[in-house]
């Protein structure tokens, strides 16, 4: 149980055009959704925070213009690269937490992750 | 602020060698802490957790113990398999405004030879 799935998992595009990565919580809701990069060889750097209907917090240094996060339902947040460059190329992890239902009460502050998506930009 | 720091890697073991990662964190309060192992090409799993003092998180062999006193959460484990080789991360979770924040260690790589 407590499934992430996030898709896809590997894309290459052209630089100058825009990326949606989605990622979905399968068996449970998820109130807090969380987007991390990761540099090769390096740990993760959080990105931004989403709550289900409400804008985004972006972590100092991160541009909200340039990462667009939706976080329409309890099951689906995306990640828009915007006008991807070379150095936006990274793996690119999602990860939920639970806020209400079966999983919710193991620790709340527990996150699932999904598998990450690998984005090259040429 | 609050953070993890792990010893470096890499690591290199033989199989059925004794494992012990170390982690430190500091934090105001009280955090949870939690070691997640990420394989290559893959996303994080979480491994285990504690969420106070002197509780011992455990799966698939690893243990770990958190130690308030000494502000730590080493991993260990006591034979290692070729399968376990992949990068371990530290991490603590603490309160923030409107829920919580994780913090992660840099990450300890584990190659196990057979």
């Known amino acids: 149980g407590a499934v992430v799935s996030q898709h896809p998992s590997w894309v290459i595009c052209k630089s100058g055009t825009s990326v949606k990565i989605e990622c979905r919580s399968l068996?449970?809701?998820?109130?807090?959704m969380f987007w991390y990069r990761q540099f090769p060889k390096q740990s993760l750097m959080l990105m931004a925070t989403s709550n289900e209907g409400s804008k985004a917090t972006y972590e100092q240094g991160v541009e909200k213009d340039k990462f667009l996060i939706n976080h329409a339902s309890l099951t689906l947040s995306t990640l828009t690269v915007t006008s991807a460059h070379p150095e936006d190329s990274s793996f690119y992890i999602c990860?939920?937490?639970?806020?209400?239902?079966?999983?919710?009460?193991?620790?709340?502050?527990?996150?699932?992750f999904g598998a990450g998506t690998r984005l090259s930009v040429l | 602020g609050d953070s993890v720091t792990q010893m470096e890697g890499p690591v290199t073991l033989s199989e059925e060698a004794f494992l012990t990662i170390n982690c430190t964190y500091t934090a105001t309060g009280y955090p949870s802490l939690f070691w997640y192992v990420q394989y290559p090409g893959e996303g994080l799993q979480l491994l285990l957790k504690a969420t106070k003092a002197d509780d011992k998180g455990s799966n698939k062999g690893f243990e770990a113990t958190y130690r308030k006193e000494t502000t730590s959460f080493h991993l260990e484990k006591g034979s290692v398999q070729v399968s376990d080789s992949a990068v371990y991360f530290c991490a603590l979770s603490a309160p923030n405004t409107g829920g919580f924040k994780t913090i992660f260690g840099a990450g300890t790589r584990l190659f196990v030879k057979a």
């Open positions: 068996d449970f809701q998820a109130t807090t």
């Open positions: 990860s939920a937490s639970p806020g209400t239902g079966a999983f919710a009460g193991i620790a709340k502050n527990i996150q699932y």
